[in-house]
Structure formats: C-alpha cells, structure tokens
C-alpha cells in the first residue's frame, strides 16, 4: 500500500479483534514514529507499549470519567460512528486492542520547547498511525483519557519529568467505520493560493 492510499484508508477504529499484533510489527510502527521530523531535531516522543491486564485498568479510569459526557450523548459528534453504548464499551476495553500506545514528552525541560515538543510528538503519532493502516491495524488518535490524567500516570508508572501527549489502541479492526465527510472536500474555502 502506498503512502497516500494509507491516508486516505485511515480510520479511528474503536472494534478490534483479539488477535495478538507480531512484535515485529509493533515495532514496525514506532521505528515509523521514531522517523518523524521534529523541532531542532530533539526527538522529544517516548512510547509505552501497554498489553494484558493494565488496559482494562486504563480502561476502567477512562470509563469512570465519562458519565457527564454520555449524559448528553444526544449532542456527542461521535453519534455519527458510534452507538452510546459501543462508545462506553471502547472506552472500557480500548476496543478490546491487545495493544495500547501512550506517547510521551518530556515535560518543562525548558517550558518554550513545549509546542515544538507536542507538535513533533504529533508528528511521530500520526507516522505511527499511517504505518499501522499500511500493515493492516487499527488505531484510534486518543486524548479523551487524559481526562483524569494523574491516575493514567499512576497505572503506567509514568515519571514526573513525562507529559503523555496521547494514546491509541493497536490492534486488527473489527469494524472500520465509513470516512466522515470532508468539511470543504474541493479546498475551495480552506485554501488561499498566494502569488
Ligand atoms: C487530537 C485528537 C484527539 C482524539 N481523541 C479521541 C478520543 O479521545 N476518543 C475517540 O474515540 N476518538 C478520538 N479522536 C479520533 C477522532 O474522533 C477521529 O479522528 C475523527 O472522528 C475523524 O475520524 P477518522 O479518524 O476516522 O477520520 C481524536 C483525534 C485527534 C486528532
């Protein structure tokens, strides 16, 4: 699969089938993540490779935050792809994704290198999750469980000195949910051609 067809194949998956993903493929995706560009070439993202029991806790922290939010599923733009009650149930099981990815940088080294640092991270994020459709897995960008961030930190053991950007579950997709339409699919409103 090539690079664009990758992009445009792309999903936020939240069904995964429990099959395991090879270790070689794992790090298949974050050598693509570690390839990123980044400010002043700092490579600031770090990985945490979450399996078995430990995604459930992670799992049980995020679904304790999110009765507020299901509350007034009505107005939630995940509608659109997702039932109420097969949101609550990816939130408890990351999908039920053998693997979770939390993607780290360091926090406060020097507090002006924060934006260049995230964007960075984000880049490596998004290498990650293309690499990932090219070999067939799912993954789903997540800040969602950053809602109660501190006891996300005390399940994984996260240090002091690491912010976690974001997280995904890795795994092979149950569902693969229809692309949402593009908002300006021609780019007629979204572009200025200058010069
Ligand atoms: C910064 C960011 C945070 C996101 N957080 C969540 C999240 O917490 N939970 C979730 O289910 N999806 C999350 N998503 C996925 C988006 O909902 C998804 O990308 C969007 O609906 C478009 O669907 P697509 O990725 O299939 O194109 C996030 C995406 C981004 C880029």
């Known amino acids: 699969m090539d690079v664009l067809e990758a992009i445009q194949k792309r999903r936020a998956i939240r069904q995964y089938l429990p099959d395991p993903v090879n270790r070689e493929d794992i790090l298949a995706v974050l050598d693509a993540a ?6 002043l070439n700092r490579q600031p993202w770090e990985f945490v490779v979450v399996t078995g029991e430990k995604i459930f806790e992670m799992g049980a922290n995020y679904r304790s935050t999110l009765d507020e939010y299901l509350s007034h ?10 039932t109420r009650e097969g949101f609550t149930r990816f939130a408890e099981t990351y999908g039920g994704a053998p693997v979770v990815i939390v993607v780290l940088i360091p926090i406060d080294e020097k507090p002006n290198f924060r934006k260049a640092d995230l964007e960075s991270a984000s880049a490596a994020m998004e290498n990650l999750l293309i690499a990932a459709t090219a070999l067939g897995l799912g993954t789903c960008w997540m800040t969602g469980p950053l809602r109660d961030e501190s006891a996300l930190r005390r399940i994984l ?22 692309a949402p339409a593009r908002i300006d699919a021609d780019l007629t409103q979204k572009v200025r051609w200058v010069g």
């Not at 570690?34 to 400010?39: M, V, Y």
């Not at 599923?73 to 997702?82: G, N, T, Y």
């Not at 240090?159 to 997280?167: F, G, H, K, L, Q």
């Open 157 to 178: 053991a996260i240090p002091d000195d690491r912010e976690i950007v974001a997280v995904t579950p890795l795994g092979y997709p149950e569902k693969i949910p229809r």
């Open 73 to 82: 599923w009505d107005q939630s733009p995940m509608r659109d792809f997702i």
């Open 34 to 39: 570690n390839r990123a560009p980044s400010g």
